[in-house]
Structure formats: structure tokens, C-alpha cells
């Protein structure tokens, strides 16, 4: 059974940094676009920032861009976000989300979240 699950989410001050980690069982990431969304109450869940499978492509939101940083670490089958500079508004619930890529095509998994709570 695959699951995927983030962590690394808690409370930090305006201006500082937090490191969230996903990780997944039964799934290496290197066979998936993994996306971290985040979502604040009922509002629709925001593209934060992507990683393509093949070739490392990035993309970011642009109220992040300059600021986070995803990553993929293939040995440790790992995706990070880096996060700096930390404002209020990027309080929500962050989701990492892979979607596969290749033969792996069709398949989709959604981590359960992982909170971060940003204080001005």
C-alpha cells in the first residue's frame, strides 16, 4: 500500500524558516511530478511549488518564488521544501502530492498535511 507523508510543519515567527519533508512508501518519487499545495480553512488547495520526474523541472507560485525551494533526494527518496523568509500568509496546511510519471501514469497519491503556523 502506497502512503506518502509529510512532516516538518509547526509554528514559527515572521521572517524565519522551516524545512518540510515528504516521504512515501510503496512509491519512489523519482517516477513522480510531486507537487506541495497548501490550503488555508475551506479555500481551494494553492500550487506552492512542483518538481517534474524526469529532467528536475521546477516551478513555483509566485508569492513563494525567491523564497522556497523544493527539492528531491533520490537516495533518501525524499522531497523537501525549504522555506525562508516566512510570512503570515503562508500559514496553511501544506500537502505533498505525486502524480505518476512514464509506466507510472494514472497513479495519484495526497499526503494527509502538515500544519505550519507563521506569527507576526
Known amino acids: 500500500q502506497v502512503q506518502i507523508m509529510e512532516s516538518g510543519g509547526g509554528l514559527v515567527q515572521s521572517g524565519g524558516s522551516l524545512r518540510l519533508s515528504c516521504t512515501a512508501s510503496?512509491?519512489?518519487?523519482?517516477?513522480?511530478?510531486v507537487t506541495w499545495y497548501r490550503q488555508v480553512g475551506g479555500k481551494e488547495r494553492e500550487l506552492v511549488a512542483a518538481?517534474?520526474?524526469?529532467?528536475?523541472?521546477?516551478n513555483y507560485a509566485d508569492s513563494v518564488k525567491g523564497r522556497f525551494t523544493i527539492s528531491r533526494d533520490d537516495a533518501k527518496n525524499m522531497i523537501y521544501l525549504q522555506m525562508n523568509t516566512l510570512k503570515p500568509e503562508d500559514t496553511a496546511v501544506y500537502y505533498c502530492?505525486?502524480?505518476?510519471?512514464?509506466?507510472?501514469?494514472?497513479?495519484?497519491?495526497w499526503g494527509k498535511g502538515t500544519l505550519v503556523f507563521v506569527s507576526s
Open positions: 510503496g512509491l519512489t518519487f523519482r517516477n513522480y511530478a
Open positions: 518538481v517534474s520526474a524526469v529532467g528536475f523541472n521546477t
Open positions: 502530492n505525486a502524480i505518476g510519471d512514464g509506466g507510472h501514469a494514472g497513479l495519484e497519491y
